[in-house]
């Protein structure tokens, strides 16, 4: 079985310059998942992509967690209907 890698809340809380609440409320709706790992509080390295997008919306938009929930559930609806419109146009091209 293997681990993947994991990064300390608080180092992320350090280098991003957010305080360590600001990813637990992110955890609490269901944003990022945070395990406990040497009852240290920690998330996948996995996805430090998505929280280094959520972080900057955060940052540079100032939008607040709820927010960004709201924001990450757009993005994921509009790259859908995108694949979806592509999907589309793919068979429709097959009939010109």
Same mark, same amino acid.
């Given at each position: 079985?293997? @681990?993947?890698k994991v990064i =300390?809340?608080e180092? !992320?809380s350090?280098?991003?310059q957010?305080?360590?609440? &600001?990813f637990?409320?992110?955890n609490? !709706? *269901? %944003?990022?998942?945070?395990h406990? %790992?040497?009852?240290? #509080?920690?998330v996948?390295?996995?996805? !430090?992509?998505?929280l280094? =997008?959520?972080?900057?919306? @955060?940052?540079?938009?100032?939008?607040? #967690?709820? *927010?960004l929930?709201?924001?990450l559930?757009?993005?994921? =609806?509009i790259?859908?209907?995108? =694949?979806?419109? %592509?999907?589309?146009?793919?068979?429709?091209?097959? &009939?010109?």
């Amino acid at each position: 079985m293997s @681990h993947s890698k994991v990064i =300390k809340i608080e180092s !992320l809380s350090i280098h991003y310059q957010v305080d360590r609440s &600001f990813f637990q409320q992110l955890n609490d !709706l *269901g %944003v990022i998942e945070i395990h406990s %790992v040497d009852n240290m #509080p920690c998330v996948d390295e996995q996805h !430090l992509a998505l929280l280094d =997008k959520v972080v900057r919306l @955060h940052q540079d938009l100032e939008i607040n #967690p709820q *927010g960004l929930d709201v924001v990450l559930n757009l993005l994921d =609806k509009i790259d859908s209907l995108e =694949k979806s419109l %592509v999907e589309t146009q793919n068979r429709l091209s097959i &009939f010109e």
